[in-house]
């Protein structure tokens, strides 16, 4: 089977995939993402994804979320954030890293079944057993000694913001009101105490005091003096709902709580032009209208209006016989019925 060449651009068609089974390389030539969709390897210095930074630089976020986000870095407690997905709680710990300078994100997505160990450490016993019946089974000299246990211990995100350092971490749990009826006042102690214990490590014998374990991040592995991880700095804590359960007073009441609202039209124009550009902005004016008239009849993302920015302004724009039909599905209300 052939492959048709084309070497010219996209030829004015803004298709990639044209459905008619005849093979083409028009995917070679894909144009630019979207800013917000650009997937690289880390910064090495900062340890952070292109994507990661692009939507720290463009947060936009109002006087009431930077007040409340330094009430709760002053008061060391974490910072409770609510809000229609698509509202930007996720972005807000990027933003709040990179500003203050603290390096990569520490991130724990929440489900259904996550637990408060996954958070702070996984020590793979299996997999240190096995390499045990490895040895033994090669005839190595060091068949009798046991697996370094450093190697088979990873702390989780919460683990690891836990850390002692010099600064303190930012720490991302995300979607909260995921988690099962446990989680939040689980968390209590941890959050109150500043500091965790590995079981595995403080059954160890005098001469192991010490251990090098694995961190969430993937660094240098790091020192556990006799199982006990406590934090010098207590790190910026950022917890995310969409505002689907209440969580239990107690739980509360350790929180800084804030509630995110939509943006209005100014703030879209500035986020539009923080991620695309002056001129972009200044031709975006029909489309935030047409977003905010469509966000009082049904729940959108700001997310939305960039995708049909971009679209209607970038060199990839459908032809105008095309386009209301492709804005109309990007615009399309997340909480209508039927609009899955």
Request: aromatic share 6%; with cysteine; net charge negative.
């Amino acid at each position: 089977m052939t492959t048709e060449p084309e070497t010219s651009g996209l030829d004015g068609d803004w298709r990639i995939y044209r459905g008619d089974s005849r093979p083409h390389d028009r995917v070679r030539r894909l144009p630019p993402p979207p800013p917000w969709r650009r997937f690289g390897p880390e910064d090495a210095a900062g340890g952070r994804r292109q994507r990661d930074l692009q939507q720290a630089v463009s947060y936009r976020p109002d006087e009431s979320v930077v007040d409340k986000v330094n009430a709760a870095v002053l008061l060391r407690r974490p910072l409770l954030v609510t809000g229609k997905p698509g509202s930007g709680k996720s972005t807000l710990a990027y933003n709040v890293a990179y500003e203050l300078g603290l390096g990569s994100v520490l991130y724990w997505s929440i489900t259904s079944t996550t637990t408060l160990q996954t958070g702070l450490y996984d020590y793979d016993a299996i997999g240190r057993l096995h390499e045990s019946s490895l040895r033994g089974a090669g005839g190595r000299d060091d068949a009798a000694e046991p697996p370094d246990i450093g190697r088979y211990i990873r702390l989780g995100p919460l683990g690891t913001a836990l850390l002692p350092g010099d600064l303190p971490r930012v720490l991302l749990i995300d979607e909260l009101d995921k988690s099962n009826i446990d989680l939040p006042n689980d968390l209590l102690n941890v959050f109150e105490e500043g500091r965790f214990s590995i079981l595995e490590l403080q059954r160890l014998p005098e001469e192991q005091a010490r251990i090098h374990v694995m961190t969430a991040d993937g660094g240098e592995r790091v020192p556990i003096d006799r199982g006990e991880v406590r934090c010098g700095h207590f790190p910026i804590v950022i917890i995310t709902s969409n505002g689907e359960r209440e969580f239990p007073p107690a739980f509360l009441r350790r929180c800084v709580r804030l509630g995110i609202e939509p943006p209005d039209r100014d703030r879209l124009a500035e986020i539009i032009e923080a991620h695309l550009g002056t001129e972009v902005r200044d031709a975006s004016d029909g489309l935030i209208e047409e977003f905010l008239a469509r966000r009082a009849d049904g729940a959108l993302a700001t997310d939305q209006l960039l995708n049909a920015v971009y679209l209607a302004t970038s060199g990839s724009r459908p032809p105008e016989t095309k386009l209301k039909e492709i804005l109309d599905t990007v615009l399309r209300p997340i909480e209508r019925p039927g609009a899955g």
